[in-house]
Structures are given as C-alpha cells and as structure tokens.
C-alpha cells in the first residue's frame, strides 16, 4: 500500500492556523497561549504568561523548578468504576476494543481544564457509550504520555488533567493506564535527578489508583513501569525515558519471556518516543533514545511476535509497518502507530528518517519498513484524534477517529485499517 496523507479542507486549515500559533517544543520552550475551556466550538486563544520548560537531558541548563506550597500534593485520579477483572477471571475474552491516544499537554496547564483534551474525551465517552452493548465494548484506555506541559508542577495535574480523566474512569467507568513521557517526568538521563524524582512522584501519584502496586508481579518496583493481561491480550508500557536503563529492559523481556501465549495471542506495548517518526523529533534526527529503541527493544519486540506498538511524541497520526521472518522461518509484521493528537498543539511532517543503518543491522531477519501513513506537510492536516483498536480474536483492526475541526479525519482511503496483512492465495 502507497502512504496516505489526509488532506484537510480549508476551513479546517484555517481553524487550526489560529489554535497552533506555537512552534514544535525544544528544550527550553516556551508554552504557547491555549484557547479557553469549552465543550463545543474552538476559539482564538488569548495571550498567556509563558509556561517553563521541563529539564531536558540534550541542553546544557536545566529549567527552574515551579514553585510549590509544601501543603499542595497531586490528587490521585480516580479508580475505574467498572475495574479489569483479575487476569485470570477474563481467560476467555477474545472480543473487546480499546482506546489509545496521548499527547494531551495544553497551553494553560496549571491555570484552567485542557481544553482540547475535553474534547477529544467527549468524543471517546460517544463511542464508548455506542459501543456498550455490543461485541466490542471499550475496556480500557491507553494514554502514552506528556499528560501536563511539566509534569513537576502540581497544579498542571491538579487544575488541568486529573478531572478530565476522572470523566473516563467514573463517568466511563473506564480503566485508564497512562506512560509517561518527556514532559510529565522529565528527559533526565539519570534515574536519580531531582527534576525526575519530582516529575515521577507527582506521576505515580495521579495514577496511584490506576497501574499495579509497586509490589504486584506486573510491576517493576520504583519505576513507571508495569504490565497487565486482558482476555486474549498482554499490554506493556515502560517508560522510554530511560530507554538505556538495564534494570527496566531485563524487566520487560522478562515479562515477555513468561507470557502464556496460548492464551495471550495478542502482544501490544505503549509508550511515548517512537523509533521512527517523520515529526519535528524525527526524520533526519536520531536522538539517544529512538536509537536505543531501535537496538535494543525493537529486536526484543520482535523475538517475541509483539504484534503492535502504540506511541506519541509527535503531535500527529503516523503508521509504520515493520515485515521480518522470525526464527521458525515465519513471515510477521509488526504495527508501530504514533497517535500523538490528544490536545497539544499540532505538528506537520518534517522528513523521511534515513532506515539505512536500521536496515543493514536487521538483515539476518530480513526486516522491510513500510511507512503506511505519513503526516501531512502543514499543521492544518493533522488533527486531534485517537484511536479504536478492535480486539477479534487474533485478528486487531484499528479506527482513527478526528475530533473537532478533524472531524471527517481519513488517514486511509477510509479511516478505518486491519493490522494484518492480505491472505496470499
């Protein structure tokens, strides 16, 4: 299949020309100005003192820290009115959907609700409700991180994202399982730095009540870091931050190594720095951390058929094919989707990554990269979204749906696409 770009119309160009009046972050950005809160039409946003940056590892200074009463504490999101099961109580289950999105940062974090996220939240409370009484109820959401402009500030979690949430997983009864990203605990490279520590306590303690207990088997103890099962599917999220750590990587493949795959068909992971991507954090560039991805987990993804990854970073909808031979001499493909439309302002495509090293490195399994759906060339074209991925026994397909200005969103011929290739006869 050739790569698809959706073209927006007009009107939504210029809807999304007053909305993104900022440029792609950068270490030590400033946070551009966001519309006021609203759950009906987008609307010019006002001016807003700027919002600082959080740390990043590639530049030499480090942001200030905000500054906090001793008093204020991140409020835990609230549990899921209707909770996942205990993993082995929903052996069984080979039909269900779920919900994947990220990227829901605003431009008044810390002063008022994200009012983009509402959005792209009533949107997925509609499908949810529609979709109750049929084979594919929604039983979870996947969130794939830069929940809040700078995840050490309390307010940002507190006045911005926690209620928005608390409407998936009360009014939804929704779970809801979020990765953290770059902006909610900081690029730091070091486990240890204090930015992180601060970002990743206010982290773990919106999502207390969300992920397994630090004690539990599907957690790695003192990190971001867990897994869960779900009917005929296992989902991972770790935290791609600190991609390079050894402690977190033996994790995960641990986990892998144990899986019951008779019963666990399906293999999915999630988390925020995607290996390729043709955004402002991709194309030509290479960063630590999508090199990393690439030699260390994407081999071990593939040693153990993970059939899907979910990611953000990028604020756009992008789709990646990876087609190998595994050891048995078995054609598989593995989809790598980038769904970074949740509500901060829109990126636009920025170039095509050079796959060459990639490639000559992977020849032994005979890897091929398809880059199915590229984002457009301007903001306007890539719209906030999330994604439907319909679980039917081994079999997912997935439903990009547009919200807002997006609505109408086809980054297919149609917005709908099975992950599975077409039967050779």
């Known amino acids: 299949m050739k790569m698809k770009v959706w073209k927006s119309h007009a009107s939504r160009a210029a809807t999304v020309a007053l909305l993104c009046v900022t440029a792609p972050f950068e270490p030590g950005a400033k946070a551009a100005p966001q519309a006021p809160q609203s759950t009906q039409t987008p609307q010019t946003a006002p001016a807003q003192a700027p919002q600082t940056a959080p740390a990043q590892s590639t530049g030499p ?73 049929t084979p594919y109820p929604v039983r979870f959401v996947l969130q794939s991180g830069d929940a809040v402009f700078d995840g050490r500030d309390v307010r940002q979690w507190n006045t911005s994202f926690v209620d928005i949430v608390n409407r998936l997983t ?40 969300l992920i397994p207990a630090d004690t539990a088997a599907r957690r790695l103890a003192g990190y971001p870091t867990y897994a869960f099962g779900y009917g005929n599917t296992f989902v991972i999220a770790l935290d791609s931050n600190i991609a390079h750590d050894e402690r977190q990587f033996e994790w995960v493949r641990g ?20 290996p390729f991507s043709s955004g402002p954090h991709g194309g030509a560039k290479v960063g630590p951390v999508a090199a990393t991805m690439r030699t260390r987990y994407m081999p071990l993804f593939r040693e153990h058929r993970v059939k899907a990854l979910f ?39 920025s170039g095509e990554p050079d796959l060459t090293a990639y490639l000559a490195a992977n020849q032994a399994a005979e890897v091929k990269l398809e880059h199915l ?31 807002d200005w997006g609505v109408g969103f086809r980054p297919y011929r149609s917005n709908k696409v099975k992950l599975e290739d077409e039967a050779v006869p």
């Open 61 to 133: 200074a480090q942001a200030p820290r905000p500054q906090t009463t001793p008093a204020e504490a991140v409020r835990a999101i609230a549990p899921a009115r209707n909770p996942l099961p205990p993993e082995e109580k929903s052996a069984g289950v080979t039909r269900f959907s779920f919900i994947v999105y990220g990227d829901t940062r605003g431009r008044r974090d810390g002063v008022q609700v994200q009012h983009e996220h509402s959005l792209v939240v009533d949107s997925m409370l509609a499908a949810a409700k529609q979709l109750e009484q």
């Open 170 to 209: 009360v009014d939804g009864g929704i779970p809801y399982f979020l990765a953290p990203g770059n902006h909610d605990v900081t690029a730091a490279a070091s486990l240890t730095s204090p930015d992180r520590q601060q970002g990743l306590s206010n982290y773990l303690s919106a999502v207390s009540q």
């Open 255 to 274: 986990q892998l190594r144990g899986l019951d795959r008779d019963r666990y068909t399906n293999v999915v992971a999630f988390f925020h720095h995607p």
């Open 311 to 349: 990611m953000g970073h990028e604020h756009l909808f992008e789709h990646w094919v990876e087609r190998y031979v595994d050891t048995a001499g078995r054609k598989q493909r593995l989809d790598m989707v980038i769904t970074g439309g949740g509500g901060a302002p829109p990126y636009a495509h």
């Open 373 to 403: 759906v590229r984002p457009g060339p301007a903001r306007g074209d890539n719209p906030y979204h999330w994604v439907l991925v319909k679980v039917d026994g081994e079999r997912l397909s997935m439903e990009v749906n547009g919200v």
